[in-house]
């Protein structure tokens, strides 16, 4: 198993950054793909962005591309979601979470989440 933990979150303006982390602790965080996704209250949980096991690979819903930067650190057990132009659309809280396979778009396909961290961002 991995365990996993969020940080980085906060409050900022429309157009502001944020980097959001996520530490892994117990199996080799290497041996994971990693997500990130988001959850606004009354909505559904919906994908951000992933990455594989050796960072080689990055995916990204419409609406963050070009904005938000996925990246990892497996020497560190370490995650990152870097978040640019935020916008108030992007308020939720954010999650991050891993699976033993493939990048997966769905929450259904991850095994191990973190509690999440809250992202506002004020118009």
């Known amino acids: 198993q991995v365990q996993l933990q969020e940080s980085g979150g906060g409050w900022v303006q429309a157009g502001g950054s944020l980097r959001l982390s996520c530490a892994a602790s117990?199996?080799?965080?290497?041996?994971?793909?990693m997500g990130w996704f988001r959850q606004a209250p009354g909505k559904e949980r919906e994908f951000v962005a992933g990455i594989s096991r050796d960072g080689g690979s990055t995916y990204y819903r419409d609406s963050v591309k070009g904005r938000f930067t996925v990246s990892r650190d497996n020497a560190k057990n370490l995650g990152y979601l870097q978040m640019y132009s935020l916008k108030p659309e992007d308020t939720a809280v954010y999650y991050c979470a891993a699976t033993p396979g493939a990048i997966l778009a769905t929450s259904e396909g991850y095994d191990y989440w973190g509690q999440g961290t809250q992202v506002t961002v004020s118009s």
């Open positions: 117990g199996r080799t965080f290497s041996t994971y793909a």
